[in-house]
């Protein structure tokens, strides 16, 4: 049985942790795990939080600017696919032509596909003169697929999709620490839950981690979940082993279903009741908005860091 001492001091750290955790020697080595985690993972969480609030309306964007057929000025006979193939590697020297193309009329611009050394292109040219008419792809569409793939891979193919893996991971880190740090003792919670313009920055880091945090661990463990699917269901086939002789939908399969909706607030026709068109638009447009706030986390906690930490280092003999 735990000693009457044992418990006085557990009941005088708890006392002490509710009334004034700043002298609580865990809690400050756990704003240590925050501060730095911040520190070093502040960008890159500023550019996936900004670019993930863009591809909320990832759909909308790519209908928007999708291709349309380029239809183009000319009479007479069309160049035959030779001439379509010297002109391509004419205007693309070293490139040979893998494929040609036509439109589905004569009038319509010809799509041929030119490679070299691996890489491939592709380009449209006009049927009567060869001349180049540029990529078949609008510049919104290929910056479109440019966020995406930064934002799901940091133009890194498998190896940038683990790494974001491991970012949500250390997000997960941030939330839950600062979730610890935010507590500010039993008589001045209340001011920790409104922006106070007399402490600007410091009240908007406080109340938007506070009001905001279920978005902050919900965008962590869905991160991880897009980016290591397969661990994530060897945990549900562990907890609940897959029998084909009655292969019904498992709880963890809703789970894991839910997970990769909710990252983007496409709750819409996902057998919400009620939850229809109006109903996705408003959660994609809330996702979007929220998405803005741990870049602006980022920016008051550097201003905090700067402020109490790099000026202090910059002070003549502070080192001394």
Same mark, same amino acid.
């Given at each position: #049985?735990a000693s009457?001492g044992d /418990?006085?001091?557990?009941n005088?750290?708890?006392? !002490?942790?509710?009334? =004034?955790?700043?002298?609580v020697g865990?809690?400050k080595a756990?704003?240590?795990?925050?501060?730095w985690?911040g520190?070093?993972?502040? +960008?890159?969480? *500023?550019v996936?939080s900004a670019?993930?609030s863009?591809?909320v %309306?990832? @759909?909308?964007?790519?209908r928007?600017f999708s291709?349309?057929?380029?239809?183009?000025?000319?009479?007479?006979?069309?160049l035959?696919d030779d001439?379509l193939?010297?002109a391509? /590697?004419?205007a693309w020297p070293g490139f040979?032509?893998a494929?040609?193309r036509?439109g589905?009329t004569?009038?319509?611009?010809?799509?041929?596909t030119?490679?070299?050394?691996?890489?491939r292109?592709?380009?449209?040219?006009d049927p *009567?003169?060869?001349?180049?008419?540029g990529?078949p +792809?609008?510049?919104?569409? /290929?910056?479109s697929a440019w966020v995406?793939?930064l934002?799901?891979?940091?133009?890194?193919?498998?190896?940038?999709r683990? &790494? @974001?893996g491991?970012?949500?991971?250390?997000? +997960?880190? #941030? $939330?839950v620490?600062g979730?610890v740090i935010?507590?500010?003792g039993? !008589? /001045?919670?209340r001011?920790?839950l409104v922006?106070d313009r !007399?402490?600007?920055?410091?009240s908007?880091h $406080? =109340?938007?981690?506070f009001?905001f945090?279920p978005?902050?661990? #919900?965008w =962590?463990?869905?991160?991880?979940y897009l $980016?290591f699917?397969?661990?994530?269901m060897? &945990?549900?086939d562990y907890?609940?082993? *897959?029998?084909?002789?009655?292969?019904?939908?498992?709880f963890g399969?809703?789970?894991?279903?839910?997970?990769? %909706?909710l990252?983007f607030? !496409?709750?819409?026709?996902?057998?919400i009741?009620?939850c229809?068109?109006?109903c @996705?638009?408003t959660?994609?447009?809330?996702? =979007?908005l929220?998405? +803005?706030?741990?870049?602006?986390l *980022?920016?008051?906690?550097?201003?905090m860091?700067w402020?109490?930490?790099v000026r202090?280092?910059?002070?003549?003999g502070a080192a001394?």
């Amino acid at each position: #049985m735990a000693s009457t001492g044992d /418990r006085s001091a557990r009941n005088g750290w708890w006392s !002490r942790w509710a009334e =004034a955790p700043q002298g609580v020697g865990l809690r400050k080595a756990i704003f240590q795990v925050h501060l730095w985690t911040g520190v070093g993972l502040g +960008l890159y969480i *500023f550019v996936i939080s900004a670019t993930g609030s863009v591809l909320v %309306y990832r @759909n909308e964007l790519y209908r928007h600017f999708s291709p349309q057929p380029v239809v183009v000025d000319g009479a007479g006979a069309s160049l035959g696919d030779d001439a379509l193939d010297r002109a391509a /590697r004419q205007a693309w020297p070293g490139f040979e032509v893998a494929d040609v193309r036509p439109g589905e009329t004569p009038n319509h611009a010809v799509e041929i596909t030119l490679t070299r050394d691996g890489d491939r292109i592709r380009r449209l040219f006009d049927p *009567f003169t060869g001349e180049d008419l540029g990529d078949p +792809l609008p510049l919104g569409y /290929r910056v479109s697929a440019w966020v995406l793939d930064l934002h799901d891979n940091l133009l890194a193919g498998q190896t940038g999709r683990r &790494v @974001n893996g491991i970012g949500a991971l250390f997000l +997960l880190a #941030m $939330s839950v620490t600062g979730a610890v740090i935010w507590w500010p003792g039993a !008589r /001045r919670w209340r001011r920790s839950l409104v922006v106070d313009r !007399r402490r600007l920055n410091w009240s908007l880091h $406080s =109340a938007g981690g506070f009001w905001f945090w279920p978005f902050l661990m #919900m965008w =962590a463990v869905t991160g991880a979940y897009l $980016s290591f699917p397969a661990a994530f269901m060897a &945990v549900v086939d562990y907890l609940e082993p *897959f029998d084909p002789s009655d292969p019904v939908e498992r709880f963890g399969d809703r789970v894991m279903y839910w997970l990769a %909706y909710l990252h983007f607030g !496409r709750l819409g026709g996902r057998g919400i009741p009620g939850c229809g068109d109006l109903c @996705n638009s408003t959660t994609k447009a809330i996702w =979007a908005l929220v998405g +803005l706030v741990p870049p602006a986390l *980022f920016v008051t906690g550097a201003v905090m860091w700067w402020k109490r930490v790099v000026r202090r280092w910059l002070k003549p003999g502070a080192a001394a």
